[in-house]
């Protein structure tokens, strides 16, 4: 759009126009000031931008300059994997019956991702060296092969792969996911990764802060998410639960996990955080009684805070209820939930999300007792809900 036809529409018209691309200072802003300022940033966003028809598909609620910015960033994205895998030379290994591997090795060892002994546990490197379905053909054959083993809590690197591919959708597209103090997630050694709970439906929040270090972080560690009860009992659900990597909510679970050098990922509110009501969004309740600083100080491991914006919007509960929270008990007797929250719209509500890792606590060199342990709990509360409360009121739409 020239400067011509700028001028030719209303301020209003210009000021509904910066609004949507987001035009720093436009309500103090002139006419001309509006032509000018709309001008260079359609310039410049035209650059690399693409054509309305080069975007896959319209997304409702997304605007073709934030599918720009997904490509941008899955193109980073796959540079940044590439460069982990030594596409010159193939994996060596064979199968009993003499069926060659054919992936590439990983950068500097002699074996592929899948063959070289405990890599994939900790690190998603991708197995060709690209995300995207055109390597699933590869995948399937090791998938129906099974060349490989999987870890004893049953993570599987080519399922897992898969899924990561297909929720980058969401990530990328749809949630349009930003990530601040991705420096904090320690690139090598256990950590524990506590976050704000949120969602009333599916455990978004979950999946977007493992996304967001395989996505980001210099070497894409697996989060190892921990769950309750209800994801490890449901048909289906619970072995595709166990195959992309996460695990059951016990302390055994999670001591193994850290000492096997891992990252935890634990979202100590539990069901009370993650069936918040609307009118209850983004204030994070008591972390549970601190068990997580005390597995991080057996383990040596820092305990890195998170702050997300967006999974308590997603799915916003205009109600709790308790009746629905005793059919769930009738049915799963084991599962702790007291309320059930409910929410009026089936699909997830395009929320523009924003994750950001804080400083890490370090561990205590002796044991905390029983008291200390919760003011350490409560001190990690009361850092997460500063930086929620900073993100939000930075924010200036939801959307």
Known sequence: MRDASLSSLTKKELLAMARDRDVRGRSSMTKEQLVAALTAEIEESSVGAGRPEDAPFPIPGISLDDRANARRRRKELADRLEALVDRGRRCPWRTIEGHPCSLPV????????????GLSDDLAIPL????????????MRHLNL?????????LDPVVAEMAWHVANALYFDYFRVEVEGIE?????????????????ALPYDAAMLTLAVLNEAPMPRRVRVVGTE??????TVSHLYRKVGAAYASRDDAREILSRGHLLGVFPEGEKGFMKPVWEAYKVGRLGRGGFGEIADE???PIIPVAIVGSEEVHPAVFVSKRLARLVRFFFPEQRVDEIAVALNPIP??????????PPVLPEREPLDAMAQLE??????????????????????AF
Not at 106 to 117: I, N, P, Q, S
Not at 184 to 200: E, F, I, L, Q
């Open 106 to 117: 990983v950068a500097g060892k002699d074996r592929c991702v899948l063959h070289e002994e």
């Open 128 to 139: 060709t060296g690209t995300l995207g379905f055109g390597s699933w053909p590869q995948l």
């Open 146 to 154: 099974a060349t490989y083993d999987i870890d004893p809590f049953g």
């Open 184 to 200: 904090h997630v320690p690139m090598d050694g256990p950590g524990v990764v506590v976050a704000n709970h949120g969602g009333a």
């Open 230 to 235: 209800i994801f490890n009992m449901l048909p």
């Open 299 to 301: 383990a040596t491991a």
């Open 349 to 358: 509500l395009p929320i523009r999300w924003k994750i950001r890792f804080l």
């Open 376 to 397: 350490r709990a409560e001190g990690i509360r009361a850092t997460i809900q500063e930086a929620l409360d900073d993100m939000l009121a930075a924010r200036r739409t």
